[in-house]
């Protein structure tokens, strides 16, 4: 059985996905690139079996879907591609508008959660899809993925708060974004099949270890950034889910837990015997 399976379509992913594209490694599935709510929407609605999913949609719907062994993406302290920018400090935030991204989950969460509980800030969000023509307008907005990397070079650096720093000020925790999981069915239906994919992901992500040359040059390729910028990028996030992850994860669980986000806390150990790099 060949499992459709999803991937995101940001530059953060490319230290997984790399193999795939120069060919090094052959993906026993076919891949679909999306931005990460879509591919959130799609593997909950049966249209993929296999994703990197939101850490917050597997968290609420944490029933529906396996979790799996051995990669997310997330960062120990900094993040780079999830920030808030805002002219008016996080804890003076309480009632005004924020334009939100319409692409992340996780990152709308997270912002709530540090909002809220951090800073006992009450915002009003606001669905935008071009949040950063918001912060060019001088008004708060939280964006994610390559346009969170453009601002950094856009707007004041005191105006541009990464969410992952202040999480790890806030509770010493690594911050977890994305986790990979399979619909539950799908892997009831075909283990093996499963464990392939996640097989071919994590050999993959070891070729990209050794290869970070081909990496980057793949990433300057897609979104041309200043000389020495990748490096940087790539050595501050974490692919590896391991229990310094898993913890982070559960502390953000108890968190969208205390906020009302999600109605219960589900555990956040693997479901899957890891899958090591062969």
Not at 124 to 137: G, L, M, Q, S, T
Not at 223 to 241: C, S
Request: hydrophobic share 45%; glycine share 6%.
């Amino acid at each position: 059985m060949s499992l459709r399976c999803g991937r995101i379509r940001y530059t953060n992913d490319l230290p997984v996905y790399a193999a795939f594209d120069a060919g090094a490694i052959a993906y026993p599935g076919t891949l679909h690139a999306d931005v990460p709510s879509r591919l959130n929407a799609m593997l909950l609605g049966g249209e993929l079996d296999l994703s990197p999913v939101s850490a917050f949609a597997w968290a609420k719907h944490a029933e529906e879907l396996v979790l799996l062994p051995d990669l997310c993406i997330g960062a120990r302290d900094e993040v780079v591609s999830v920030v808030l920018v805002s002219q008016t400090p996080p804890a003076l935030l309480d009632g005004v508008e924020i334009a939100v991204t319409r692409e992340s989950e996780s990152g709308r969460n997270l912002l709530r959660v540090l909002l809220e509980r951090r800073y006992g800030a009450r915002p009003k969000y606001v669905d935008h899809a071009e949040p950063i023509a918001c912060a060019d307008r001088g008004r708060p907005a939280l964006l994610i993925g390559d346009t969170a990397i453009d601002a950094l070079l856009r707007f004041e650096p005191g105006h541009v708060y990464d969410l992952g720093r202040l999480w790890h000020e806030w509770t010493s925790q690594q911050t977890v974004f994305a986790v990979w999981a399979a619909r539950r069915d799908a892997y009831e239906r075909d283990p093996e099949a499963v464990r392939a994919c996640m097989h071919a992901l994590t050999d993959a992500y070891t070729w990209s270890r050794a290869n970070m040359e081909y990496v980057i040059r793949e990433a300057q390729r897609t979104f041309a950034r200043p000389e020495g910028f990748y490096e940087r990028y790539y050595g501050k996030l974490n692919f590896t889910f391991h229990s310094a992850a898993q913890s982070g994860l559960a502390a953000y669980c108890r968190e969208l837990f205390a906020i009302g986000a999600i109605a219960r806390v589900p555990s956040t150990l693997p479901e899957v015997i890891g899958v090591v790099s062969r």
